[in-house]
């Protein structure tokens, strides 16, 4: 089976920094473009970021301003998402996903792009 297991979501204080990390199963990551997703409570889900299979060209959503970086490591088939100056509204539900052959994340922000999905992290951001 094909499947994503994220992990490294819990709570941090203003300012602080997590890693996340996306781990895979079943298939190799470097042949997928693979996005960062979030869900707050009561909003839709959004799509933060994502780094595309072969060149790995990493894309971002606006109200990330710089704070956050979407690396892969292809000897260990994992993605990263380093946050940094993290702030309340950053509060939600942390998804990976992935699709295949998709060299420039095009359809990024469209959950309904990736069939293969991790379980989700929670990130609480308060102090």
């Known amino acids: 089976q094909l499947q994503l297991a994220e992990s490294g979501g819990g709570l941090v204080q203003p300012g602080g920094s997590l890693r996340l990390s996306c781990a895979a199963s079943g298939f190799t990551l470097e042949n997928y473009a693979t996005a960062w997703f979030r869900q707050a409570p009561g909003k839709e889900r959004e799509a933060v970021g994502c780094?595309?299979?072969?060149?790995?060209?990493?894309y971002y959503a606006a109200f990330v301003k710089g704070r956050f970086t979407v690396s892969r490591d292809n000897a260990k088939n994992t993605v990263y998402l380093q946050m940094n100056r993290l702030n309340a509204e950053d509060t939600a539900v942390y998804y990976c996903?992935?699709?295949?052959?998709?060299?420039?994340?095009?359809?990024?922000?469209?959950?309904?792009?990736?069939?293969?999905w991790g379980q989700g992290t929670q990130v609480t951001v308060s102090s």
């Open positions: 996903a992935s699709v295949e052959r998709n060299f420039y994340c095009a359809g990024y922000n469209d959950p309904n792009t990736f069939p293969v």
């Open positions: 780094i595309s299979s072969a060149g790995s060209n990493t």
